[in-house]
C-alpha cells in the first residue's frame, strides 16, 4: 500500500510551510549566534534584566502561534543580551565551562537528529560506550568497567553513590527498602565536599545524618586519620559505614583530597570509594597536573563533567566505574516492551536505561564526541594547565598587593582573596561586608563574574578559571577594579557611619 499522502490531504505537521523562508531564518539565527561569540570581549560579562523585559516575558500561556520569525526577534531582544556570561573570558564565578564554537554545530546536528539513546540500538548509544571506553582509559579505569552519560556533576555523583548503597550497605535494599537494613549505614565525606552529596543522601533515603563530615587540615583536605578514627567509632557503635566520597577539586579552593590514602582505607574496611572529580578529574589529562591526582585509578566510581574543564556545551557529565556488574545491578528493572529481540533497533545489547535512572534521554555522546575528537584530549589538558598556571599568576598578583589578602591555598585553578580596608578597627564582619559589596559592584558593573564562598569565617572572593579564552590582562584588569572597587566601598561606609 502507498504511504505517498494525496494531493488532496492537508498537511498538519508542525513543519515550515515554506522551507526557503525557514533556510534563510535558520542561516541567519546561526550567523548571529558566530557574532555574539566572536564578540564576546566587547560585551559586559553580565548585564542584570530590566523589569520591562521581565514583564514582556511574563505571558499568559500562548494559545495561538506567532511563528519562528516573530520568536526569534523576540530571542534577540529578551533573551540573548541576559545570559548567564559563562561564554566570556573574565566569568570565574563557580565552575561554568565556556563551550566552544564547534560545540555550536554539535548542538545543532544534534538537534536535527533528536536521537534517543534509550533502549534502543542506534548511533547516540554507540558513541556514549565509545566516549565512556575512552575516559575509562584516561582515568586508568579497568576497560571491562562502565559509565553513563549524565545532566552533570550532581546527578554524576548521585548515580555513583546509588551504585555505592547497593553494592556495600550488605543486604538486598532495592527489594526490602533501607527501613529493613539490619544495620544503619553510613558515609563519609569531608567539610568541604560538594552539597550534592547531601542531595544524593537524601534521594537515595539515606538521611543527611548517615553523613559523616570529616574535618580538613590547613589545605582544605580531609583529614585521613580523622576518617580512619570515625569509622572505627561507628563499627563500633553497630553502624555499618559503606563508603568514602573523596574530592578531586573541592568546590570552594579546589583542594584534592589524598585518593592512594583513601583507597586504601577503603580496601582495608571493605568500603567503596567514588570520587568527586568534577571538574578537577580532568587535570589528569596534563603530564604536569596529573600527580596530583595519584590515586584517582583506584576508585570504584568517578564523577566528572564534560561541561567544565572540557568546555562541552550544557548539559553533560559523566559518571564510571570499576564494576560493570556492579553498575548494571542497580538500575536494571525488566520490562516486557524492553526486552531484546535479535534484530532491528531493539537489538542493543546495553540499553542505556540498565544503567542509569533515565529512559528516555538526549543524545549528548554526539557533542561530547564531536569535541574530543575536534580539539584532541591533549589540547583540553594544556588548557586546563593553562588556566592553573594564570590561578598562580593571580595568586602573585593578589600576593603583591598589600590590600589584597590570599585565604587559601592555590592547588589548581581557584584563587580564594578578600580585600583589606586600610586604617585599624575593622571587625571580621565588616571586612566581610567590604567584600561582599566589592562582589556585587565587580559582577553588577559587567567588569568580572567570580562567585563567593566562606572560609575560615572570611567571605572570600573567588576566581575559578576554566574559560579557555581567558588572559594575563583579565587577571590585571579585574585587580585594578577589586581595589578601585574596595576603596569606593570603604568611603561609602566611612561616609555612612555616624
Not at 504511504?3 to 513543519?15: A, F, G, I, V, W
Not at 582509559?137 to 555513583?160: K, Y
Request: charged residues 25%.
Amino acid at each position: 500500500m502507498s504511504t505517498n499522502r494525496t494531493h488532496s490531504e492537508p498537511d498538519h505537521s508542525l513543519d515550515p510551510a515554506d522551507w526557503d523562508a525557514y533556510r534563510r531564518l535558520a542561516h541567519e539565527a546561526l550567523d548571529e549566534i558566530i557574532e555574539y561569540l566572536r564578540t564576546v570581549r566587547e560585551r559586559p560579562v553580565w548585564q542584570p534584566m530590566p523589569p520591562e523585559v521581565r514583564r514582556c516575558i511574563a505571558t499568559p500561556p500562548p494559545w495561538e502561534g506567532v511563528g519562528l520569525e516573530a520568536v526569534y526577534r523576540d530571542f534577540r531582544e529578551w533573551v540573548e543580551p541576559y545570559a548567564l556570561g559563562n561564554i566570556h573570558p573574565r566569568f570565574w564565578g563557580w565552575v561554568p565551562g565556556s563551550g566552544t564554537a564547534g560545540g555550536i554545530v554539535a548542538e545543532l546536528l544534534k538537534a536535527g537528529l533528536n536521537s534517543v539513546p534509550a533502549a534502543f540500538d542506534e548511533i547516540g548509544r554507540t558513541l556514549e560506550q565509545q566516549v565512556v571506553a575512552w575516559m575509562l582509559e584516561v582515568f586508568g579505569l579497568p576497560r571491562e568497567g562502565s559509565g553513563i552519560i549524565v545532566s552533570g556533576g550532581s546527578m554524576a555523583n548521585f548515580v555513583g553513590l546509588a551504585v555505592a548503597r547497593d553494592a556495600r550497605v550488605g543486604f538486598d535494599v532495592r527489594a526490602r527498602g533501607l527501613g529493613e537494613a539490619p544495620r544503619r549505614p553510613v558515609l563519609y565525606a569531608s567539610t568541604e565536599t560538594h552539597n550534592s552529596l547531601d542531595k544524593s543522601v537524601q534521594l537515595l533515603g539515606l538521611g543527611l545524618e548517615s553523613i559523616r563530615r570529616i574535618p580538613v587540615n590547613d589545605r582544605f583536605e580531609i583529614e585521613v586519620e580523622q576518617l580512619r578514627r570515625a569509622i572505627a567509632r561507628d563499627r563500633a557503635a553497630g553502624l555499618a559505614p559503606f563508603a568514602v566520597v573523596g574530592n578531586a577539586g573541592t568546590v570552594n579552593s579546589a583542594a584534592v583530597d589524598d585518593l592512594t590514602a583513601l583507597a586504601s582505607i577503603c580496601r582495608e574496611e571493605g568500603l567503596w570509594l567514588h570520587v568527586d572529580g568534577a571538574f578537577g578529574a580532568i587535570a589528569a589529562l596534563s603530564p604536569e597536573l596529573a600527580p596530583r591526582l595519584t590515586g584517582l585509578e583506584q576508585a570504584d566510581s568517578l564523577a566528572f563533567d564534560f561541561h567544565k574543564w572540557l568546555h562541552v556545551q550544557y548539559s553533560a557529565g559523566c559518571t564510571l566505574f570499576r564494576d560493570k556488574s556492579a553498575h548494571r545491578e542497580a538500575f536494571t528493572v525488566p520490562a516486557s516492551y524492553l526486552t531484546k529481540v535479535e534484530r532491528g533497533p531493539g537489538a542493543q545489547d546495553e540499553p542505556s536505561h540498565q544503567f542509569g535512572p533515565e529512559l528516555s534521554r538526549e543524545a549528548k555522546a554526539l557533542k561530547v564526541w564531536m569535541s574530543l575528537r575536534e580539539h584532541g584530549l591533549a589540547r583540553f589538558g594544556e588548557a586546563a594547565r593553562r588556566n592553573c598556571e594564570q590561578a598562580r599568576t593571580l595568586a602573585g598578583l593578589v600576593e603583591r598587593e598589600p590590600r589584597l589578602e590570599l585565604l587559601a591555598p592555590v592547588p589548581l585553578n581557584i584563587v580564594c582573596f578578600h580585600y583589606l580596608p586600610e586604617g585599624t578597627g575593622w571587625s571580621r564582619e565588616a571586612v566581610n561586608d567590604c567584600n561582599r559589596e566589592v562582589l556585587m559592584r565587580l559582577q553588577e558593573q559587567g567588569i568580572a563574574v567570580p562567585s563567593h564562598t566562606v572560609l575560615n569565617g572570611h567571605f572570600a572572593i573567588r576566581v575559578c578559571i576554566t574559560s579557555h579564552r581567558t588572559r594575563r590582562e583579565d587577571l590585571e584588569l579585574t585587580v585594578r577594579e577589586v581595589l578601585r572597587l574596595g576603596r569606593e566601598s570603604v568611603a561609602v561606609a566611612r561616609a555612612s557611619c555616624p
